[in-house]
């Protein structure tokens, strides 16, 4: 999905944001112009091999299968970022989350595209050490692509 172009902003990679599922509103321009924010943010070495970031907005059910398929795990899930490009978000998994953490849907998104992100510069979560590192540089993310 990640196509070749030539890289904006010294040799960061652009990014777009897709949205493929349709049973729940969003401003897709929000996210479009946050994700290009986040991005400047957390731009890392890792990530100058990518030509292009694709955040890719989806359904439940094409989280399931893409969850079951490259992870080998049941369900849904919230984001998977592959390490070529793409970044999955499941829509529905967001606004579930929203309203169990008394946050909104597009926070959710932003968290989520933040996290991907953070995946391609070379944050895992795999351990509670890396987890503890990771939340922070969400955080520090989160706050400045804040408008």
Known sequence: MAKKSPKPNDGVPAVEVLNLQRKISVDLRHLQSFAERALR???????QQLEEIVVVLISEDRMADLHRRFLNQRGPTDVITFQHGEIFISVPTAKRQAREFGTSTLAEIELYI????????????????????MRAAEARVLKGAAV
């Open 114 to 133: 933040v996290h991907g992100l953070l995946h391609l510069s070379g944050f895992d979560d795999r351990t509670p050490a890396a987890t503890r590192r």
């Open 41 to 47: 943010v957390c731009s890392k070495r890792a990530m």
